[in-house]
């Protein structure tokens, strides 16, 4: 819908190699009654999902680990990262896609999940959306051993380990992604293994 501080949008495609990058400019009314002419890089990678798999029982949580180039490029020592079981919508509803993914990532067939946000990823930059999930896993959920999809040349680790192992690693620094930051936090604040 047109907004009255907001006109003449143009988009010049930069890159379109594996997701889209635009240069977007547009005049922007602001606040003081000045119209500004602002340019913004723009990422479209789609939108995403991610879940955290947790078990009451056992009071254990299922994460991944993979390799990152971006974050190797920027200070992750070894470039590897601690983070839920997340991936790109496709054509998918977030629900199918997270379905999908955490087969495909930690080999467990989910039964049912709980929809717990939705939130933009890098605002400033990306068009993504994230839809945050929780979901519970049990032993007898496990079809496969995960690992993500071969020919996409994924290699992802399933780490299974106690909530509070996770919840140290969140505190001491070793859990630096943000969205198992966040799934994290909600499962603290709502009491979620207990
Ligand atoms: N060849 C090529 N392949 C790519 C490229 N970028 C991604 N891929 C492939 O695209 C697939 C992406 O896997 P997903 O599991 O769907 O996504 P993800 O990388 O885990 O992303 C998730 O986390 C991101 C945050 O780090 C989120 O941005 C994203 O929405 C999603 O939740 C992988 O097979 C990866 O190899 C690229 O530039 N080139
Ligand atoms: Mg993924």
New binding site residues.
């Given amino acids: 819908m047109p907004k009255e501080y907001i006109k003449n949008i143009k988009k010049t495609l930069l890159s379109d190699?594996?997701?889209i990058l635009n240069k977007v400019t547009f005049d922007y009314l602001m606040k003081n009654g000045r119209w500004v002419n602002t340019m913004r890089e723009v990422y479209d990678?789609?939108?995403?999902?991610?879940i955290l798999l947790y078990n009451k029982k056992k009071r254990t949580v299922i994460l991944t680990k993979?390799f990152?180039m971006p974050t190797y490029l920027n200070d992750n020592e070894d470039g590897f990262l601690v983070?839920i079981a997340?991936?790109?919508?496709?054509k998918d509803n977030p629900e199918a896609c997270i379905i999908r993914?955490t087969e495909?990532?930690t080999g467990y067939r989910l039964k049912s999940i709980e929809k717990v946000y939705e939130a933009y990823?890098s605002p400033g930059v990306?068009t993504?959306k994230?839809h945050f999930f929780v979901g519970e896993y049990t032993d007898d959920m496990k079809v496969n051993n995960g690992g993500?999809?071969a020919n996409?040349?994924?290699d992802i680790e399933v780490l299974e380990m106690p909530f509070n192992e996770a919840i140290d690693k969140l505190h001491n620094g070793q859990i630096v992604?943000t969205?198992t930051i966040v799934l994290l936090q909600y499962a603290i604040i709502n009491k979620l293994l207990e």
């Fill in positions: 190699n594996y997701y990678r789609g939108d995403g999902a991610g993979q990152r983070e997340a991936g790109m919508l496709d993914e495909e990532e990823s990306m993504e994230m993500g999809v996409e040349h994924e992604d969205r």
